[in-house]
């Protein structure tokens, strides 16, 4: 059977890690490289805040409304539902994802909550039958470094407790995540993009059947 380029499947490639790791930025280039390799690229991210979910996750983000911790988290996860269809409808016409933060971000930021404490497992659950990522960096940096870059400190989750017991949780769940890639974010921006870049093109190469998100 023919392998034609204009054929393939797109890939799914998640960008995680704490608040301030660079997530965004780096998106941003991989982006653009992978463009100028020619592939058809779109970005998305998560939480998407306009949707009418999106809406009710922002003004709780910014502080301006209150909701119970399972409430806001099932929220979190159907913002990702609402548009699994459409990712995986785009992935099987060619084009690449590149997804800036996904179910990793969903789980560990409501399990590292101190009251009530919802399990990493409890907290999963939601996330089992989304697509699945083809490749996913993980960000890496300490918390002191994440807490000296811009803006830090404006939304809930951003203070330096939370953060550093999101950092546990966040390699809890990728020490047992095969195709995780742990980036160290500390590096400069040119730097950590060149470790991306290595990153995602091994990943082009073994790109198998797409799937879905599994206990
Ligand atoms: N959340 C999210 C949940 O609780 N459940 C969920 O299901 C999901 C999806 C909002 C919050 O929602 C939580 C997690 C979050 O607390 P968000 O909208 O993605 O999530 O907001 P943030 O992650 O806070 O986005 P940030 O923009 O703050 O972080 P980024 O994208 O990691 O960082 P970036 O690229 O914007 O860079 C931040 C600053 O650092 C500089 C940049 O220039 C910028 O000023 N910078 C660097 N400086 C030095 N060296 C480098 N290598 C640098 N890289 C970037
Ligand atoms: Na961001």
Known sequence: ???????RRGALIVVEGLDRAGKSSQCERLGDYLTEQ?????????????TPIGKLIDGYLRGSTNQEDHAIHLLFSANRWEVARSIEEDIANGITLIVDRYSYSGAVYSAAKANPGLSLEWAWQPEIG???PDICLFLSISAEEAAKRGGFGAERYENETMQTRVRELFRTLFERQEDAYIIDAGNSIEYVAQDIQAAVSSCFQRLGATGSLRT
């Not at 020619?38 to 306009?50: D, E, M, N």
Request: charged share 20%.
């Open 1 to 7: 059977q023919a392998s034609h380029e204009s054929t």
């Open 38 to 50: 020619g592939h058809s690229v779109k970005y998305i991210r998560f939480p998407a805040r306009t």
């Open 130 to 132: 989304l697509p699945r």
